[in-house]
């Protein structure tokens, strides 16, 4: 019964993931041909700030799916298509677990980076350094790369930190004891979830207590709207993170939930890279007018 479970969710991580990498391509491509189509046509305002973190977190979002498929869905479902599960604890398989992780942190970390954005650009409004793309383009996103490399490289480097999983043919992070993935949840996932719901509060309380330009106020409400439906997007992948979370839980105090624990856990993270790639196009008004529009458009600052 646990092998059929065991196959089932590596055949829906798989279906995820292939999913999720199409539109995220589709997407990608549909951006680049919309602002080069814009160049060409001379109109203003096409390469911006939210548009490169966009492409940016496709980008990593689609390395992501790769590594993730090669390290864990491929092997998994060699495995039990070929009723085999021998595996070499080498180096290169700890690689593999550091650089999935590193990719998961950066794609959520620069997801906050996107709502930075908005924040700074309506509290701190003044600060034009912070509203500048080559800010973000050659300080924040590299910084936030380096900051994650090296937040996850002690567990890489802690000999007992990734390991071959007890029950699947891949390398991971160890779930038991639960100190190692508590302390990688809290940079990958926690940190960033928790940055973007304190600049949606700000933001709030700001509009609520501040009069501003009308044409500043108008901005500010955009911007505030699209920090909205990025906590929405946030609240949803937080929910189907949910069921992994409690098999960890559970592993920890009782070892029956062992091989259900790491039959689900990944899954789980694909129908979220899923779930997340389909949104993703509707943040902003902007990207869901340069994905779906067959014309090129004319972007100005009143779409962003």
């Known amino acids: 019964m ?10 829906v991580s798989l279906i995820a993931d292939s999913l999720a990498l199409i539109f995220s391509f589709i997407i990608l491509f549909l951006l680049i041909l919309r602002t080069i189509q814009a160049k060409l046509n001379r109109i203003p305002n ?9 492409i940016n977190i496709l980008c990593i979002m689609i390395g992501k799916i ?12 060699k495995t039990y ?10 180096f290169s398989c700890h690689v593999r677990a550091y650089l999935l992780w590193c990719f998961i942190g950066i794609l959520y970390w620069n997801y906050a980076l996107l709502t930075f954005f908005r924040f700074a650009r309506i509290i701190y409004s003044q600060h034009k350094y912070l509203h500048r793309l080559s800010s973000y383009l050659y300080v924040f996103v590299p910084l936030i790369v380096l900051i994650i490399l090296l937040l996850i490289l002690p567990v890489f480097l802690i ?24 302390y990688i949840g809290v940079i990958v996932f926690v940190i960033p979830y928790g ?15 501040t009069t501003t330009m009308p044409l500043n106020q108008e901005r500010n409400r955009r911007d505030y709207r699209v920090i909205k439906r990025i906590v929405l997007n946030v609240i949803i992948l937080g929910i189907v993170s949910t069921p992994g979370v409690i098999l960890i839980i559970l592993y920890n105090i009782d070892n029956r939930f062992e091989d259900f624990t790491y039959s689900i856990t990944w899954p789980m993270s694909s129908i979220a890279a899923l779930i997340f790639t389909i949104i993703f196009p509707f943040i902003t008004t902007k990207l869901c007018c340069l994905v779906k529009r067959n014309e090129v458009i004319p972007v100005v600052e009143n779409l962003q």
């Open 195 to 209: 940055m973007i719901c304190m600049f949606y509060f700000c933001i709030a309380r700001f509009l609520r207590r």
């Open 46 to 54: 096409v390469i911006d700030v939210p548009l490169i973190l966009s």
């Open 159 to 182: 000999s007992s930190g990734i390991q071959i999983t007890p029950t699947q043919p891949y390398c991971d992070v160890v779930f038991k004891p639960v100190g190692y993935i508590v």
């Open 81 to 90: 298509l070929q009723n085999r599960t021998s595996i070499k604890n080498d």
């Open 66 to 77: 790769l590594i993730q498929t090669s390290h864990i869905t491929y092997p998994s479902m």
């Open 2 to 11: 646990e092998r059929i479970i065991s196959f089932i969710s590596t055949l």
